[in-house]
């Protein structure tokens, strides 16, 4: 019989790699009375995906931009720059490009659905971690985080119940 508990905390921070020892007990079969400890230090990655305490934008700037009338221009969303509206427009499929923030509204929404067995949408935080992703593989290296809050968060002040920031709030918060 063989049980594997993990010793320590991952860090908060984003992207650092913790040090957790794995601690593995084992009963000989033929000294059931003898139990023997062996601790593996194990290098672990902060799971990827979106988590808005990573998003560098202040509340000012996102209090702004949830009342600020839409432009069009990519670059109003907080987190994009010039590096990012170029990769967002990059594509060999025309509908793919995305050249406004108009768009960029559509492909959130678009990735809303469909849900699992049959559901015709996917809760809150599928649904972020979807628009994430969908960023990362856009080549979308910098304030990927910040983009989603701000898109997510305008979002919901079109359509009530698309996103909810208390689904992110646990006891484990600094």
């Known amino acids: 019989d063989t049980t594997l508990s993990l010793m320590g905390l991952a860090s908060t921070q984003p992207f650092i790699v913790s040090l957790l020892s794995v601690v593995a007990l084992k009963s000989l079969d033929a000294f059931p009375f003898i139990q023997f400890q062996l601790s593996i230090p194990v290098c672990l990655k902060m799971s990827e995906g979106y988590d808005p305490r990573r998003s560098r934008v ?3 700037t996102m209090d702004a931009w949830r009342s600020a009338q839409l432009t069009g221009d990519l670059t109003e969303v907080p987190g994009i720059g010039p590096a990012a509206v170029k990769k967002l427009a990059e594509s060999d499929e025309g509908a793919e490009r995305i050249t406004n923030t108009y768009q960029l509204f559509g ?3 678009l990735l ?5 067995d049959g559901e015709i949408m996917v809760d809150g935080i599928e649904h972020t971690q979807k628009f994430w992703h969908f960023l990362a593989n856009r080549g979308i290296n910098s304030n990927r985080s910040a983009i989603v809050k701000a898109i997510a968060e305008k979002s919901a002040t079109f359509f009530s119940g698309i996103y909810d920031a208390n ?3 646990d006891s484990d918060e600094e």
């Open 58 to 60: 202040s509340d000012d």
């Open 107 to 109: 492909k959130f929404l």
């Open 112 to 116: 809303k659905g469909p849900g699992h």
């Open 167 to 169: 689904d992110y709030d």
